[in-house]
């Protein structure tokens, strides 16, 4: 049964950071394409970044040099480290590895 399971997200202050992960069970960690979406309440559900097995990194303009997307592949885990947050940065957060989705976790970053 795969699972995606994901961590990290709370409440901070604009200008601080977070580290969101995402622990996959199951064999999809070797699959290609991963990635993470979000979605801020009464909009729709925007792509953040991806990382594909080449090393391929893609950032939407909004966080592009702000966040870093990341993958430990002995850990099975996928991480977006998200650095000088603003406001507008709040919503739930998806993880995705390839057609699989986590369960979505809060990021809320205050004024």
């Known amino acids: 049964q795969v699972q995606l399971v994901e961590s990290g997200g709370g409440l901070v202050q604009a200008g601080g950071s977070l580290r969101l992960s995402c622990a996959a069970s199951?064999?999809?960690?070797?699959?290609?394409?991963m990635g993470w979406y979000r979605q801020a309440p009464g909009k729709q559900r925007e792509l953040v970044a991806q990382?594909?097995?080449?090393?391929?990194?893609n950032y939407a303009a909004s966080v592009k040099g702000r966040f870093t997307t990341s993958r430990d592949n002995a850990k099975n885990t996928l991480y977006l480290q998200m650095n000088s947050l603003k406001p507008e940065d709040t919503g739930v957060y998806f993880c995705?590895?390839?057609?699989?989705w986590g369960q979505g976790i809060q990021v809320t970053v205050s004024s």
């Open positions: 990382i594909f097995n080449s090393g391929f990194t």
């Open positions: 995705y590895i390839t057609v699989y």
């Open positions: 199951g064999s999809i960690f070797s699959g290609n394409g």
